[in-house]
């Protein structure tokens, strides 16, 4: 980036700004955003959910996966295993065209974009909640709940 | 990407050389956080309780650039800051996706949004003033936004660039820039969008504004 040197230009341009504020963005705005972002109905987990079924409706593993779609394994496995992790626009890009769905929503789901319809973000929230598990648990579980629960109980 | 700038010094009156980069990493918003914050909240109170009218008070006072840190991985996003001697004079935060014009003649066409920008609070007459000081650089918004239209032509978008400014920043961004002012925007607080046109844009670069 080649920047203007004309010395007079600046001499010009710093008396004309002299005594202007100059910020973008404020206290009205984060205000505002604050209180947008509590009331944000999360999306991720939805996405989350969608890429993991989306794969295994294709009987593709992880690694088969980013392939196909040409995103790098560790984000695919971060995106599947990190509930704070934040994908790049470009993968999105990449996971909307491949599964042919619209990547404005997909970027949504992502957590990437903010979009303004109620009926998308329930419908997205109850997606995502019907991936929490309701079968019972194994012995095996059962004997790692009840390991967790003497732990916390200990005095 | 760094490249040299001038400055204008305050104090001589005279042309220095400082440094322009995009290589902004979270350490830039913490020094940011750090040695500017409570000097606009000082000045803020200050002027506060000497009754100064509402334009002349710091509006950014509550800002905090370390909370965009996750912002620096999103592609659209692009980070433009400006130092003099290793220290933070000017810092901007730019969408270089999904954004389009709203003049007329302009809509649906590609333009980088200027999200957040900020000088560092010694260069602000007003904040100076209020603490007993004269302010140490000059232009440094200007630089910003040279910088802003710079990546926009870089882009491909001709060098238009739109903002919500505001209120008491808009005497800048029109008199000063030469952008038109679009119109209040309400789903952004009815802060009033300013854009430059290519042609404002070519003509804020080559000095012929106002």
């Known amino acids: ?155 | 990407m760094r490249t040299s700038v001038l400055l204008l010094h305050r104090a001589s009156g005279e042309p220095v050389e400082g440094e322009l980069f995009d290589e902004v990493t979270v350490e830039h918003f913490l020094e940011a956080q750090r040695e500017w914050r409570p000097i606009v909240l000082d000045a803020a109170k200050r002027l506060v309780e000497a009754g100064a009218a509402k334009e002349e008070i710091p509006r950014h006072w509550h800002w905090d650039w370390s909370s965009k840190e996750s912002d620096l991985r999103v592609l659209a996003y692009g980070f433009v800051g400006i130092a003099y001697e290793g220290r933070l004079q000017g810092l901007m935060k730019l969408e270089t996706a999904g954004r389009s014009g709203r003049i007329a003649a302009q809509k649906g066409k590609p333009l980088v949004y200027v999200d957040y920008l900020e000088t560092a609070p010694w260069n602000i007459k007003q904040i100076a003033s209020v603490l007993g000081a004269k302010p140490k650089f000059g232009a440094i918004g200007t630089r910003l936004i040279e910088a802003a239209v710079r990546r926009s032509l870089e882009e491909g978008f001709k060098g238009r660039l739109g903002l919500h400014s505001l209120s008491s920043s808009e005497r800048f961004y029109l008199d000063v820039c030469g952008m038109t002012a679009v119109g209040k925007d309400p789903a952004k607080q009815s802060l009033l969008w300013c854009e430059f046109t290519p042609e404002q844009a070519e003509k804020f670069l080559a000095g012929g504004t106002a």
């Open chain 1, 1 to 155: 980036m080649k920047m203007n040197t004309d010395k007079n230009w600046l001499k010009n341009m710093a008396e004309r700004e002299d005594g202007c504020f100059v910020s973008v963005g404020g206290l009205v705005e984060s205000l505002e955003q604050k209180e947008q972002a509590s009331n944000v109905i999360p999306m991720k987990p939805a996405f989350v959910r969608f890429v993991e079924l989306a794969r295994r409706e294709r009987s593709l593993s992880l690694e088969q996966f980013a392939e196909k779609v040409d995103v790098d394994l560790v984000e695919l496995v971060k995106i599947e295993t990190e509930a704070s992790y934040k994908p790049a626009i470009r993968t999105v890009h990449r996971i909307a065209e491949f599964l042919k769905v619209p990547q404005k929503k997909l970027l949504a789901l992502a957590g990437l974009l903010q979009m303004k319809d109620p009926e998308f973000q329930t419908a997205a929230l109850r997606f995502a909640a019907r991936s929490a598990p309701v079968e019972k648990l194994s012995m095996q579980e059962h004997s790692d709940l009840e390991e967790i629960v003497k732990l916390l109980c200990e005095q």
